[in-house]
């Protein structure tokens, strides 16, 4: 695979965009920088022809996991096309708002009021807000991946290693004021002794416990109930961040099938495959308190993204995607596993079956990841160390990504047994933190 044309527009993104692109995930250092495709042309279904005309199987991150339904879904985009031939934006507000309100309502009984916005980190920010607002506290304890406000990187200040567990690791803090290393802490997933000691260190302080569902982690049986019931004792506000998770484990969102019940519940725009809205709902006494401070944005008031999520939420739950989800990723967990355990690669599988991840634990695990990455794109494969299943994915796409995963890895076994690996890279290896980036 060839991309002069990718390449040089990467050279231009560097030099105009500030940290290459709009979402740092996507950048070809986490890939094989001078070695991936960067730029698409056209996206359908679970296809992608990038702007040099390569067609490729996204196996990767199918939009950072918003396309719960696939690229392009017609469905969705017919009813996106209806709105912008009527009009967008409007002096007057949008029926679809309040439809789709209604619809949260009828999924999530006890979330009685919900406030839209356009991203998940607006969404979080906004339920932040509340609950310091509700509770007239604030300090905020979090557990899992939430974007890159101060409340939530200024876990970072103290100890630079706090979020590294989520996400990007590595995340720097310049710009964060340093007052937030004493308001934003950081417990790992399923370690209830860290969050009790939080509050113990912070007694009648904690605004609200911002909180990542992570089905795939195995942890003790009562973790859930026994986070829910530390919430409750410090009077805090339980805000459940289902960005990632929602119609991945089940229709409407991880809390439903894990038996926890938040006050504040935040989906962003996998809920419109992809479309932007974000949406923070809420119990009414939690979500009253947004009447004693000021949220607002003239962005939030276009009806495209409301639109989009209605049909795509509807579509999720008539055709039951997240069973769908499960099924594909289990595939991918299993083979990949297995293929592994045959070329002996030294990777652990981890994660829910919806949201597989493949943590490659060579000592030179950089060289393996970019190797990977650039052999799966002469299979016709865009391939990384996570995969986002879709709707659209069917079991051969999924038969086909494991024979090409065969021959790769394959080759890195022999490349590796001539320590070779290295000098066969067409770019450079994968980043595999944040540190050393430009």
Not at 49 to 78: C, K, R
Not at 161 to 169: P, V, W
Not at 365 to 375: D, L, R, S, W
Request: charge should be negative; glycine fraction near 8%.
């Amino acid at each position: 695979m060839k991309y002069p044309k990718g390449l040089e527009t990467l050279e231009k993104a560097k030099q105009w965009i500030a940290g290459t692109s709009p979402g740092q995930i996507r950048r070809s250092e986490f890939y094989s920088d001078g070695a991936w495709p960067s730029f698409f042309k056209k996206a359908k279904g679970v296809e992608v022809w990038d702007i040099d005309d390569n067609h490729f199987i996204d196996m990767a991150f199918a939009g950072d996991g918003s396309t719960l339904l696939g690229y392009a879904d017609p469905e969705v985009d017919q009813a996106v096309m209806e709105v912008l031939q009527s009009g967008a934006v409007c002096t007057l507000d949008a029926p679809e708002m309040v439809e789709l309100a209604e619809y949260f309502n009828r999924i999530h009984p006890w979330a009685k009021q919900t406030k839209f916005a356009k991203t998940k980190t607006e969404a979080l920010g906004i339920a932040v807000r509340i609950a310091r607002a509700y509770t007239k506290k604030d300090k905020i304890i979090q557990c899992g991946e939430h974007g890159w406000q101060d409340w939530y990187l200024g876990a970072n200040l103290k100890n630079p290693q706090a979020l590294d567990n989520y996400g990007i690791k590595g995340l720097p803090t310049g710009g964060v004021p340093g007052c937030y290393g004493d308001l934003a802490y950081n417990f790992d997933y399923g370690r209830i002794e860290q969050l009790r000691e939080i509050m113990e260190k912070n007694p009648g302080q904690i605004a609200a416990v911002v909180f990542e569902p992570d089905p795939g982690r195995k942890v003790r049986p009562d973790f859930l109930l026994e986070l829910e019931k530390a919430i409750r004792e410090m009077e805090a506000v339980f805000i459940v961040n289902e960005s990632r998770t929602a119609y991945r484990m089940s229709t409407g969102g991880a809390h439903l099938s894990m038996g926890i019940t938040p006050d504040m519940a935040v989906f962003s725009n996998s809920i419109a495959n992809g479309y932007p809205i974000s949406a923070v709902i809420g119990s009414q006494e939690v979500m009253d308190a947004h009447k004693t401070t000021f949220i607002d944005d003239a962005g939030w008031q276009e009806r495209i993204g409301a639109k989009a999520a209605l049909v795509c939420m509807k579509k999720c739950a008539i055709h039951d995607v997240a069973f769908h989800l499960l099924k594909i990723g289990k595939r991918f967990q299993d083979g990949i596993t297995q293929l592994a355990e045959q070329f002996d690669i030294k990777l652990r599988v981890k994660g829910y079956p919806a949201l597989p991840r493949i943590d490659f634990r060579d000592e030179n695990a950089p060289e393996v990841k970019a190797f990977f990455v650039q052999k799966m794109l002469d299979f016709g494969f865009l391939a990384s160390d996570r995969f986002y299943p879709t709707f659209a994915h069917e079991t051969d796409h999924v038969t086909s990504y494991l024979l090409a995963v065969k021959s790769t890895f394959g080759m890195i076994q022999e490349a590796q047994k001539e320590s070779r690996l290295k000098e066969l890279l067409k770019g450079k290896p994968s980043a595999m933190n944040y540190n050393g980036l430009d």
